[in-house]
Every structure is written in C-alpha cells, then in structure tokens.
Nanobody, 121 residues
Framework: QVQLVESGGGLVQPGGSLRLSCAASGSIFSIYAMGWYRQAPGKQRELVATITSGGSTNYADPVKGRFTISRDNAKNTVYLQMNSLKPEDTAVYYC???????????????WGQGTQVTVSS
C-alpha cells in the first residue's frame, strides 16, 4: 500500500510564504511524476505544479514566478515553495503521485488527504 502524507499548510498573510512537503511511503520502486493540485470552496480541483523524475516541471499560469516545485527522488518526496501568496491561493492543496510502480509490478496513481492553505490578513 502506498501512502502520501502532506505537511506544511497553515494560515499566512498576503505576501507571505509557505512550504508544503509530501512524502510517499510503501513498497515503491519508482514514481514517474509528483505534483500538487488545489481545490478552493465551490471550485473544481486544479493543477498547481508537477515535476517528473527527470526534473521536468510544469506550472499553472496563476502560480508561475511565485511557486517552485522540487523533488527528492531518493526520499520519494515533493516540495512546493509558495512565495508572494495571495488570498486567491486559499485552498486545500493535494499531493499526487503519478504512475507509481511498486515492487510487485503494479502501477497506479495516488493522492494525499490534503492540507489547508489560507491566505488572509
């Protein structure tokens, strides 16, 4: 069984910074891509950023230049550094692991339970 555990959410003032972490655990052989998605109240879940095992990144337009995604492949951990936060960044942030290959040979996608980020004065 693969689990994703997120940490680092919280309340921050506009213009502030937060760093989210997500660690994948289990009998993992490899993970193709890891990423962050978010869901604000009354809205659909949307992409924030993704990073492949080779380091290729993709960002949603609203966060480009403010957020940075990084990854430690040895630790199966992905990070999201969020700077210059805005009230519209308020959402539950979910970690995703795409095409996780476990040692039994099974491949699947996994989601974390989410961490709340609130940007408010």
């Amino acid at each position: 069984q693969v689990q994703l555990v997120e940490s680092g959410g919280g309340l921050v003032q506009p213009g502030g910074s937060l760093r989210l972490s997500c660690a994948a655990s289990g009998s993992i052989f490899s993970i193709y891509a890891m990423g962050w998605y978010r869901q604000a109240p009354g809205k659909q879940r949307e992409l924030v950023a993704t990073i492949t095992s080779g380091g290729s990144t993709n960002y949603a337009d609203p966060v480009k230049g403010r957020f940075t995604i990084s990854r430690d492949n040895a630790k199966n951990t992905v990070y999201l550094q969020m700077n210059s936060l805005k009230p519209e960044d308020t959402a539950v942030y979910y970690c995703n692991a795409d095409k996780v290959l476990v040692v039994s040979g099974y491949t699947d996608d996994y989601w974390g339970q989410g961490t709340q980020v609130t940007v408010s004065s």
